[in-house]
């Protein structure tokens, strides 16, 4: 069965250019999360999606925007791309359990890198 | 501030050796605790812990929580190379649609032969 994936695996923008990072999460899972890792960092919360519906939201910047589309793949778009925005961009699937489980499996990630 | 702190930031052993790695938290609705293991890009689940829960152990791999002192250790005996890897802690707070995890900055752990 395949794994969580995600599109890039890697990429490179410039500074103010807007960027979509895609994610399909594991046949059966409807929640889809994005996490941004900095190196040297744990990752960090960005959004958590059940259903098509926004469920969570973390601390970053309205440039940050997502949406799950009816097959559960999600997108991640960021506006305006700072350099700080450089980092590893994790998505994780789950079953709708996996607040009881802790099962959440994560992608190889995108490796997004701003000039 | 962090609201989970792991430490050491990084430690190096040597085959066969036992390590501790700890991790201490803050939050207001702290539902569950969690480790991973990543060693590429992809954190790989370890285990969870809660009130209902609070020692788990998968072979050489054992974790227990604390849930008065607000934190959790994780245990690897006679580690191996294979071991080497940045290991995360990760606090789920919240219910529900909120439910959310917090992530430590993790421990770098290196097994030398």
């Known amino acids: 069965d395949a794994g969580v994936t995600q599109s890039p695996t890697h990429l490179i923008k410039t500074r103010g250019q807007q960027v979509t990072l895609r994610c399909s999460p594991i046949s059966g899972h409807k929640s889809v999360s994005w996490y941004q890792q900095v190196l040297g960092q744990g990752p960090q919360f960005i959004f958590q999606y059940y259903e098509k519906e926004e469920r969570g939201r973390g601390n970053f910047p309205d440039r940050f925007s997502a949406r799950q589309f009816p097959n559960y793949s999600s997108e991640l778009n960021v506006n305006a791309l700072l350099l700080g925005d450089s980092a590893l961009y994790l998505c994780?699937?789950?079953?709708?359990?996996?607040?009881?489980?802790?099962?959440?499996?994560f992608g190889e990630g995108s490796r997004l890198t701003v000039l | 501030e962090d609201k989970v702190v792991q430490s050491p930031l990084s430690l190096v052993v040597h085959e066969g050796d036992t390590v501790t790695l700890n991790c201490s938290y803050e939050v207001t609705n702290f539902r569950s605790l969690l480790w991973y293991k990543q060693e590429k890009k992809a954190p790989t689940f370890l285990f969870m812990l809660t009130s209902s829960g609070i020692e788990k152990k998968s072979g050489r791999l054992s974790s227990i929580l604390d849930k008065k002192e607000l934190s959790s250790i994780l245990n690897i005996t006679a580690t191996q190379t294979g071991d080497s890897a940045i290991y995360l802690c990760?606090?789920?707070?919240?219910?529900?649609?909120?439910?959310?995890?917090?992530f430590g900055k993790g421990t770098l752990l290196t097994v030398n032969p």
């Open positions: 990760a606090v789920g707070e919240g219910g529900g649609s909120n439910y959310k995890l917090t």
């Open positions: 994780a699937s789950s079953l709708w359990t996996w607040e009881i489980t802790g099962e959440l499996f």
